[in-house]
């Protein structure tokens, strides 16, 4: 199994500030198939990133995702009071599925 | 969207099946997975089916529990969940898997509580 470990745990911030979170992955990501989800409290997750760093439709350009192999960022510039949220990271490239056990960017 | 019913209340050892009823595009185009969250926790992959079902995968904590299978002509996908746990207690999403392995559409949930 691929295991992703996301970090932190928590990330507590100010609005316009910006966020990194990372994910790691326990064996190579194949094809680069990583995503990150937003899920705010009682809404169901949304996809945000998919492919590590193509921005699903409609998602700002305030996110970004990067990385390759094992370890990947989302990073969130200028942060809105609607990006406090839980974000997780998933990959595919490797069965089963699986996804990390999430970031909370809260309000500072 | 995404439509699924069919969770509720059922106890320890018993069985539920899910529907996942799909509207505004061909579930025969699609991949499709199941996910769940436990009440307070993170988002757990469960199973995968394939265009035509003929191919499958599950997490290993469902695994020979748990059988995916869909019904294009209905535009449908179903979840049987057999010798239920208690863990296995979550919010229970259908999702459309896109080639690359993202989850592009999510359905609305539904709850499975099991309690004796």
């Known amino acids: 199994e691929n295991v992703l470990t996301q970090s932190p745990g928590t990330l507590s911030l100010s609005p316009g500030d910006s966020a990194t979170l990372f994910c790691r992955a326990n064996?190579?990501?194949?094809?680069?198939?990583l995503a990150w989800y937003q899920q705010r409290p009682g809404q169901t997750p949304k996809l945000l990133i998919y492919?590590?760093?193509t921005r699903a439709t409609g998602i700002p350009d305030r996110f970004g995702g990067s990385g390759s192999g094992k370890d990947f960022t989302l990073t969130i510039s200028r942060l809105e009071a609607e990006d406090f949220a839980v974000y997780y990271c998933?990959?595919?490239?490797?069965?089963?599925?699986?996804f990390g056990q999430g970031t909370k960017v809260d309000i500072k | 969207q995404l439509v699924v019913s069919g969770g509720g209340l059922v106890k320890p050892g018993g069985s539920l099946r899910l529907a996942c009823d799909a509207s505004?595009?061909?579930?025969?185009?699609?991949?499709m997975s199941w996910v769940r969250q436990a009440p307070g926790k993170g988002l757990e992959w469960l199973s995968y089916?394939?265009?035509?079902?003929?191919?499958?995968d599950y997490a290993a904590s469902v695994d020979g529990r748990f059988t995916v299978s869909r019904d294009n002509a209905r535009n449908s996908i179903y979840l049987q969940l057999s010798t239920l746990r208690v863990e296995d207690t979550a919010i229970y999403y259908c999702?459309?898997?896109?080639?690359?392995?993202?989850?592009?559409?999510w359905g609305h949930g539904t709850l499975v509580t099991v309690s004796s």
């Open positions: 064996h190579t990501v194949s094809n680069n198939h």
């Open positions: 089916i394939s265009l035509s079902g003929s191919v499958s």
């Open positions: 999702v459309r898997e896109m080639l690359n392995g993202a989850f592009d559409l």
């Open positions: 492919g590590a760093s």
């Open positions: 505004g595009f061909r579930l025969s185009d699609s991949y």
């Open positions: 998933q990959q595919s490239g490797y069965s089963p599925r699986t």
